[in-house]
């Protein structure tokens, strides 16, 4: 990951942009693009050694809604549609996301083991995201009525 | 409310099927519908009295997720196409609500002052019900392609 890198994709900006809303100390403020991220970013041997048992960090779920506002913001800047977000995230880990713009569910995600939430980089963060981001685009750009409902 | 009310009314029974599903010591099996259903009818004047501070009794949110999922189902059983619940309440007592079937947001509501979740009678939550149960189906008949995808 470089600085370069997490400056240009608009992804990453938004991502960055909520994290830092909710700032509480105003430490975030001041501190590096990459360590605000550090969080996100977790190689896969990392990942791995997270014991899958318990309940994960309450952290890693509100990373996890972060993640997911940044992909509806990026959903409703490419499409014209107001997007919002809608997560039920059991606390043992698991969840549902669903993305509606109108009366159109864009996107619609179940997801487990969240106690291993991460990306090897920001570039695959970014990457990953970018692939729901253009479903949820497609199915608005399939069903616009249904979107301005 | 009289008991053949009760019997009568398919959203009541699915009700009643759904909070049973959730009987632990078996003691509900039993029970007369009335009492089952006893937690949802409050008076105007009993829900005025209950105070709005504080954290509603997680057990009304659970009755309000039971009220959804049989709207749900209704919704399921007259549409012909499968319904499915999504329900974000927080702990202070609001929250939204969306039902989906296929790609189609069927039923979006928001809730709030939950801790006065509540109903005149049974006939009452059964004509409220039915109104979002009508709507659910509405909005699938008019766009079925969207709901099928």
Same sequence: chains 1, 2.
Avoid at 112 to 124: K, M, P, Q
Avoid at 128 to 135: D, F, L, M, S, V
């Amino acid at each position: 990951m470089t600085a370069i890198a997490t400056t240009q994709d608009p992804f990453i900006k938004s991502l960055l942009m909520f994290i830092r809303a909710h700032d509480q100390s105003g430490a975030w403020e001041s501190m590096p693009d990459e360590e605000v991220l550090a969080p996100y970013i977790l190689s896969k041997e990392q990942r791995r050694e997270i014991p899958l048992f318990g309940d994960p960090d309450p952290d890693i779920l509100w990373r996890v809604e972060q993640y997911f506002n940044a992909i509806a913001m990026a959903i409703e800047t490419q499409s014209g549609h107001a997007v919002s977000p809608i997560m039920k995230i059991h606390h043992e880990g698991w969840g549902r996301v669903i993305l509606t713009a109108g009366k159109l569910v864009a996107v619609n995600t179940y997801m487990r083991e969240l106690h291993r939430f991460g990306f090897d980089s920001a570039e695959e963060m970014s990457a990953k995201a970018g692939k729901i981001i253009a479903e949820g685009v497609a199915t608005i750009a399939r069903f616009p009525e249904v979107a301005a409902a």
